[in-house]
């Protein structure tokens, strides 16, 4: 009985498009939605993976920052010690032709003023050499104690680095089978991965960005790209689109025919321009301006065809609908419009 009645459903005229077989949209589908949850889930992990290996890497740069201009103290020590070699081995000329009286016969040798400067000299010498002797020596202690660190900090970082790596393989791999194995069922439901992925990256809440903006003036962080190259709306349209899109796909073994999505308002004084009168919207005022219109072809264009009855019957899940006036004046079987333009 029960093959009696859908028999007999199916041959009622205007029954048969509301009964034609459509899967629900694949972002409700609990087994499309667990291989995107372990896709997302994959490329988190690789994301997280990746910049711990750049800070990682940051860190590296900064020993070796530090151990450069530690380096370049020492030399500059260095080079001051050399400018008092001079001074010092004119001390030790004298002391060596003075050998028995050292520096007490030096300050006594019958004139004061000279023994004066000299008595300042050997000081200033003796204080300066011993500071500088004593810093070198501090910044060499400074300089093996930093390069010791960097170099195991480089030894360190360098295993973290391979071990990184190799992790970083490991994700990388596990995101490619992920994806590939979603892509596989995606095509297996004869759906077109392009158009489900543009509209799990699409971000519906950027539509807020096109507040304020103009008809036709939307900026581009408003918009999202469709499954076909060039055709875009405004984001919330564009993520209830491609969902649609993927119903129909599954319906009828392809993706919407997509003619016209957002236009800009050059473009659409363009086509005003080519258009016979009250064929095209005034500039400033088509739907197609805020991003929430599509003309489509495909079958779609023709009323009363399986693609039209389909859209007419199902669109409204997602938020779209066929406008009271294009049903006759002017007739345009092919435009459709999102519900936020109501």
Known sequence: MITVLIIALLVVPGVQTAFAPVTSPASADSDLEKLKK??????????????RYTEQEEELNDAQDELV????DLQQTELRLTELREPLAELGSTLYMQPNAGVLGILTSGKLNQDLQVESHVLKLSDDR??????????????????TQAQELQTETQLKRVQLEEDLEDLRAKSKESTEELTNELEERGLDPESYFAGIECDPSIADNAEGYPNGLLPQNALCQLHLEGESLRADAAVDFLKMNQAYTE?????MCVTSSYRSLSKQQSLYATKPPGMAAVPGTS????????????????????????LEANSQRWGWFHPQWAYSNPFEPWHWEYEAAR
């Open 38 to 51: 372990k896709a997302d889930e994959a490329k988190e992990e690789l994301e997280k993976a990746t910049k």
């Open 69 to 72: 201009s530690t380096l370049h």
């Open 130 to 147: 011993e500071a500088l002797l004593e810093e070198a020596s501090d910044l060499r202690e400074k300089q093996t104690d930093l390069a």
């Open 251 to 255: 319906r009828f073994g392809e993706s």
């Open 287 to 310: 739907n197609h301006g805020w991003g929430l219109a599509v003309d489509l072809c495909g079958g779609v264009q023709n009323q009363g065809s399986p693609q039209f009855n389909w």
